[in-house]
């Protein structure tokens, strides 16, 4: 079945240090690949996008996201997290051209220590 | 500024009430999407709709019914079939060729 995952539901960093975030997804050709940030009560916020061209793409609030083929992965990534990066963050994906659905991972809770 | 705007932000009802929720985008999309998000899960998709006058059900249906009459507007009603309707319900549209979702504030529904 196609399917996202993210395989970590909570993450806890302290400010200041680095971030990675893993997605996996299921599917034999390149898909179109999206990271989302919810802040609580909140809409999702589109943070950065991969559809063709270099595998590694730069977003928004200094997050970056590598796309490798041979491990299915699109992980999401910041050299040094700030307070405000506390948030929820999803990977989602089109795992078939012209699928007219986007597919979520569960997503995964950064908290961050002060 | 172009967005979607989701009214009210937060609804309460009492049970066995049918409820609508708005959704309006002015984003000139043509596909607009319905989600529900429970506390600690991911996004369940509940309807689509592609063009005008024409929407598919998503993954959780029931319960819920939707029109689109207008390219702007995509209201979600939440029926009194809905077993557990409380959640968070977010609203989205997309550019059609990658399907890059672009997504509303939420409304978050109580039913008492």
């Known amino acids: 079945a196609q399917s996202v995952t993210q395989p970590d539901i909570h993450i806890t960093v302290s400010e200041g240090a680095s971030l990675e975030l893993r997605c996996n997804y299921s599917y034999g050709a390149t898909p179109y690949l999206f990271w989302y940030v919810q802040s609580p009560g909140q809409g999702l916020q589109l943070l950065l996008k991969?559809?063709?061209?270099?595998?590694l793409v730069q977003g928004i609030k200094g997050f970056e996201a590598e796309f490798k083929r041979s491990q299915s992965s699109f992980n999401l990534r910041k050299p040094s997290v700030h307070w405000s990066d506390a948030a929820e963050y999803f990977c989602a994906a089109v795992l078939i051209q012209g699928a007219q659905k986007l597919v979520f991972g569960q997503g995964t809770r950064l908290t961050i220590n002060p | 500024d172009g967005g979607i705007t989701q009214s009210p932000k937060y609804l309460f009802r009492k049970e066995g009430q049918n409820v609508t929720l708005s959704c309006e985008q002015n984003l000139n999309h043509d596909a607009m999407y319905w989600y529900r998000q429970d506390p600690g899960q991911g996004l369940r998709l509940i309807y689509y709709?592609?063009?005008?006058?024409?929407?598919q059900k998503g993954d959780i249906a029931e319960g819920y019914s939707v029109s689109r009459e207008k390219k702007e507007s995509f209201p979600l009603t939440v029926t009194s079939a809905q077993k557990n309707p409380t959640a968070f319900y977010l609203c989205?549209?997309?550019?059609?060729?990658?399907?890059?979702?672009?997504f509303g504030p939420g409304t978050r529904l109580t039913v008492l």
């Open positions: 989205a549209s997309s550019i059609p060729q990658y399907n890059e979702q672009f």
């Open positions: 709709s592609q063009i005008v006058n024409d929407f």
């Open positions: 991969y559809f063709s061209g270099d595998t």
